[in-house]
């Protein structure tokens, strides 16, 4: 380089190319180099969260399903709630773009159906006469936009409103299945919020007096810690379902199900921020506050809380899915939510004995959506993990 | 060595204290109880029996006095082997758990020889072959285990053996078996149809154990230790299980007491949907039905089981690795 500028105006060296883009890369290096040294915190974890593939691709199919949960009532084609009996068990109905080797507006086809005279159950048959055509943006039953906007425009369905398509099927009362688990989506990724809230407050609040405190303190809030984690969750949670009183109204037992799902839960966050208290107290910068006269209030949710958030954050995401495991699993076995709620606990309850899902094998499909909403959580919370330390 | 077991198992003592008073808590929860509603059938059916029944078993168990003598009565039976009465199935409760806390038991140790028996070599492998496409294939199949709740799991199965192979698959026995006495034929059974739950059970563990072992391992590997190992000629298979592999099964023997719990849940959920005659059929109509000794002893049996697992879990690594010291 200095050998370049000492050269007279105008005559630059000709540089072989491999040398001339060695140069570039050690500029770019040193740009983006300056970049780290002044970026703040949250700006360096975004950069260590963004190199993580699967985790933004998490990130992204959740806020899909947040957007879903919100919009639910638009986005669902048909009422969750209303029972068609001509509809019972009737199967999923494919949308269609392809007619005759060309690409067509979307449509789906009707269902045929008759009753078995042996086993007195109505089959389908997709009816190929028939063709439905798709739209957006089409008529449908009424009801209110996020509570406010009374309309009956939903986002897509039978451009014809007579005419029904259950693109997932129905259940056994005739209940369209898609609509029901777009209302499920919200039901259970609140309930997955709502109890690791509830987690962190118990979490913080104890681990960070554990932490702080030290001593016998320490020691009783640990071993209250080490006891909950030694009892089995699930038949403690089923124990303590079951004494919810059959005649609350759902919203209470909504309440009810996430404190119990939060009361056994908080255990891992205490542990979190009870450890990264310990760490904490003897730094340097601690005593700093100290001896310049913070209280203790002051050295705590000023200078210590701010300093491990991005871990309490990281641990959260990877307690949620546990969560939203363990509200699917006590509304299957009928202990948790019940109807009218819907969560998709609620609706694997249909899929319960193997005769339901040999007749009708669509209802195993919610299932799959709480699949694919854990695996999300955890490659969420890797990737969170991962950033939640950009120095590392 | 001796002395840190001795505490270890005095410390036993207000634990076991502890569990019984939340089991008896979350027994006493629900409002009204079974007795009573028992008592107004009996009464409109005008059965003298019953209604001499229900009076003994509220004489015995000191049902209509405080909650701490009620809590008494039942603490210091157990501690002599009087688990209650189960007015449900008319029998005391030790008498049904006591087959069923057998075969509870079994599952529990069938799958953990399972999860080690997997999870041990595929994390080993994933470790030493990383980023190749064998590591990815073993995390992928991990993340699913995990995230595939044990129900869905035993609803699949059940629905591709029943599909394609046209044989069900609920319960341990086949029906032929069902009541007969223990015997080769039976032990035999029992294995062809054991598998199931513990494929089942054992899948979510076996992901979260892979995942800790192959991080272990991955820290151990590049160490100079191990470098010191090969450059003394020891073949790679060789060095690799002798030393690595043996301080990164360390978190195995600690996670006994966590994953005994894991186990228990999972296999309470999968025995209701195989309906096994197992803990979680019995558990689930007890708790529904109010029949509160049982649903108690059930859940207090299943928690002393865990509390034992971590403490033989602890006494297992101190004695392992003699870095762990305890004052």
């Not at chain 1, 048909?78 to 067509?104: C, F, H, K, W």
């Not at chain 1, 991005?310 to 948790?336: D, M, N, V, W």
Request: hydrophobic share 50%.
């Amino acid at each position: 380089m200095d050998v370049a500028r000492n050269l007279p105006n105008g005559m630059q060296p000709a540089l072989p190319a491999d040398v001339a883009e060695e140069l570039a890369a050690l500029e770019r290096e040193d740009a983006s180099g300056r970049a780290v040294a002044t970026a703040s915190q949250w700006k360096l974890m975004w950069w260590r969260f963004r190199k993580h593939t699967l985790a933004k691709v998490s990130l992204a199919v959740l806020g899909f399903l947040f957007l879903v949960a919100i919009f639910a009532d638009a986005i669902a084609p048909y009422d969750p709630t209303v029972t068609q009996s001509n509809r019972t068990y009737a199967p999923p109905q494919p949308i269609y773009i392809i007619e005759n080797g060309r690409l067509t507006w979307p449509f789906a086809l009707g269902l045929k159906s008759t009753i078995d005279a042996e086993s007195l159950r109505r089959m389908y048959v997709l009816d190929h006469e028939q063709r439905i055509d798709m739209g957006l943006f089409v008529q449908g039953e009424p009801y209110r936009l996020l509570g406010l906007f009374e309309t009956n425009t939903r986002l897509f369905g039978a451009s014809n409103g007579a005419q029904q398509v259950s693109v997932l099927g129905s259940d056994r009362l005739g209940r369209d299945l898609f609509s029901r688990m777009v209302h499920a989506t919200r039901i259970s990724l609140s309930i997955g919020l709502a109890a690791v809230f509830v987690s962190l407050l118990l979490g913080v609040t104890l681990g960070g007096i554990s932490g702080y405190v030290g001593g016998r303190v320490d020691m009783v809030i640990q071993r209250v810690v080490e006891f909950i984690d030694a009892i089995p969750s699930l038949p403690l949670w089923m124990g303590l379902s079951a004494a919810i009183p059959l005649t609350w109204p759902p919203l209470w037992v909504y309440f009810a199900i996430t404190l119990v799902l939060s009361l056994l839960g908080w255990t891992g966050m205490a542990r979190v921020v009870r450890g990264r208290f310990l760490a904490m107290r003897e730094e340097d910068f601690v005593m700093a506050a100290r001896v310049s006269g913070s209280g203790e209030r002051r050295i705590i949710f000023r200078h210590m809380l701010p300093s491990f958030v991005s871990h309490i954050i990281a641990s959260l995401t990877l307690t949620i899915p546990g969560r939203i495991l363990g509200e699917t699993s006590l509304s299957f076995l009928g202990l948790g939510l019940k109807e009218p709620i819907i969560s998709y606990g609620v609706l694997l309850q249909d899929a319960q004995n193997i005769r339901a899902v040999a007749t009708a094998p669509w209802l195993i499909v919610p299932a799959l959506v709480v699949v694919v909403i854990v695996i999300a959580y955890n490659f969420l919370g890797d990737g969170l993990r991962d950033a939640a330390d950009p120095y590392a | 060595m001796t002395s840190y077991i001795l505490r270890r198992l005095l410390y036993f003592i207000p634990t076991l204290l502890a569990i019984s008073l939340v089991t008896f808590f979350i027994i006493q929860l629900p409002p009204g109880d079974f007795l009573t509603s028992f008592e107004a059938r009996a009464l409109a059916s005008g059965d003298q029996a019953d209604l001499e029944r229900v009076e003994q078993l509220r004489e015995r168990y000191g049902l209509d006095q405080p909650w701490y003598v009620q809590y008494w009565k039942w603490f210091t039976g157990i501690l002599v082997g009087d688990f209650g009465y189960s007015f449900q199935w008319k029998q005391p409760v030790a008498d049904l758990l006591g087959q069923r806390m057998l075969l509870t038991f079994l599952l529990a140790l069938a799958t953990t020889v399972f999860v080690w028996a997997v999870a041990i070599p595929m994390g080993i492998y994933a470790a030493m072959r990383k980023n190749t496409v064998g590591d990815y294939a073993v995390s992928f199949t991990g993340f699913i285990g995990l995230a595939t709740p044990d129900f869905l799991l035993a609803l699949v199965l059940m629905w591709v053996a029943f599909f394609y192979f046209d044989m069900s698959v609920g319960g341990l026995f086949s029906p032929e078996f069902e009541g007969a006495p223990w015997s080769m034929a039976k032990v035999w059974d029992l294995l062809g149809h054991l598998w199931i739950p513990v494929v089942v059970i054992g899948t979510n563990g076996t992901a979260g154990l892979i995942r800790i072992l192959r991080a272990n391992l991955l820290d151990e590997l590049h160490k100079p230790y191990v470098e010191t190992a090969r450059a003394k000629g020891l073949t790679e298979w060789h060095l690799t299980a002798k030393h690595p592999v043996r301080v990164a099964l360390n978190p195995f023997i600690s996670g006994i007491g966590d994953t005994l719990p894991g186990l228990i849940s999972g296999a309470t959920i999968t025995s209701i949907v195989l309906s096994l005659p197992t803990a979680g059929p019995l558990l689930l109509q007890s708790l529904l039905s109010q029949d509160m000794y049982l649903a108690g002893s059930y859940i207090f049996l299943l928690s002393i089981l865990s509390v034992l697992g971590v403490l033989i879990s602890d006494i297992l690594l101190a004695w392992l690795d003699p870095r762990i010291r305890y004052q």
